[in-house]
């Protein structure tokens, strides 16, 4: 947590995360606008409900997307990566595929 809080509705947040080489994110959503600044190594993000790795776009230190809410997307990083995630929250990922959301394998240990 950078700054904020994303759990709280109408407060802005900022967070940092700080994922591994080859870290990898099933396809999902939010329902609310995100924006990301990649500060370290590559983030590779890709568009849809099916992970297409032609269709992704790598993204460097320094680049920034916005996604906005609704978008189906997919993500994985190459290198030791370092991003940040900025919006109004709260803050919300859903799984196109339930089982791919990593809190229900949390819940059934």
Not at 16 to 40: E, F, I, N
Not at 46 to 74: D, F, I, N
Request: no cysteine; glycine share 12%; hydrophobic share 35%.
């Amino acid at each position: 947590m950078l700054d904020g809080d994303p759990s709280q509705a109408g407060m802005f947040y900022t967070i940092g995360l700080k994922m591994p080489d080859g870290y990898r994110v099933p396809p999902h959503w939010h329902p609310m606008d995100a924006s990301v600044t990649v500060v370290q190594g590559s983030f590779i993000m890709g568009m849809g409900e099916k992970v297409e790795p032609v269709q992704a776009q790598e993204l460097t230190a320094g680049s920034y997307m916005r996604v906005s809410k609704g978008v189906r997307h997919y993500e994985w990083t190459k290198g030791d990566t370092i991003i940040y995630v900025y919006g109004l929250g709260p803050l919300d990922t859903i799984y196109v595929n339930p089982a791919d959301d990593p809190r229900q394998k949390a819940n059934h240990k």
